[in-house]
């Protein structure tokens, strides 16, 4: 996606409880280097896009029956 100049890879993580976790903490540091370097990839692939780039992670907590609650962490890496 795009925030302005920059170009923004999302992480998303859904879970229906948190009885194995957060969502968040299903995205560990080696999972962010598969994401830093995948994105790396994209944009030697693609060289007109923006110069800015970041990652940014999302938590869908989804109980059945229930609202959905989403949160946004932005620049993770």
């Known amino acids: ?12 993580k859904t879970r229906a409880s948190t009885l194995f976790g957060h969502p968040f903490e299903a995205i560990t540091p080696a999972k962010l280097a598969r ?13 007109g896009e923006p110069g800015r780039m970041r990652i940014d992670a999302v938590s869908v907590l989804a109980p059945v ?3 959905p609650v989403v ?4 620049g993770v890496f």
């Open 35 to 47: 994401l830093r370097r995948l994105a790396g990839l994209w944009r030697e692939e693609h060289p």
């Open 1 to 12: 996606m795009r925030d302005g100049e920059s170009l923004v890879f999302v992480e998303v």
């Open 71 to 74: 949160e946004h962490l932005v």
């Open 65 to 67: 029956g229930d609202d």
